[in-house]
């Protein structure tokens, strides 16, 4: 698997290699050969994710992380050579802002960014009857596989 990230405002190492180990997870759970699989990763500013936010999605607010699929299903993934899935948009600032809040470490909230968008581009859809609980699911089957439960906020 090759996941290309951007350098600007790239988190460290520990981060970026525990994003690796959540899409081999992602991978091996829809059954996708994770050796044919290339996904690109770019961290940007809340101002950035805000215009992708309104030019994409016609909504003008800051947004957590964007996903643009290669595929509109993983039945549409060619049977050989390189399986491009797509590109994720993280903004790293809002999400941790959102680790705060949430009263969780900003790893476990970039790390879950990642694997919500890995979900959608293997096909995932939040917006439909059901999607929202399976994708939940799954999302946090993998965080615990990664050790990063989510944690209670301590009142």
Sequence with gaps: ???????GRKPGKPILT???????LCLAK???D???????????SREEIKELN????NINEITDVLSFPQYENPGQFP???????????ICTEQALLQADDFGH???????YLFVHSMLHLLGYDHGEAGGKKDMREF??????HLRLPREEMEQ
């Design 105 to 111: 470490s900003p790893e476990r909230e970039l790390v």
């Design 79 to 89: 049977s050989q050579g390189t399986i491009l899935l797509g590109d994720v948009v």
């Design 34 to 44: 994770s050796e044919r699989v290339m996904v690109s990763v770019t961290f940007v």
């Design 30 to 32: 829809k059954g996708v």
């Design 54 to 57: 309104t030019l994409y999605r």
């Design 1 to 7: 698997m090759e996941i290309v990230f951007s350098d």
């Design 18 to 24: 525990k994003m690796y180990e959540a899409a081999g």
């Design 139 to 144: 999302e946090e089957s993998v965080m615990e």
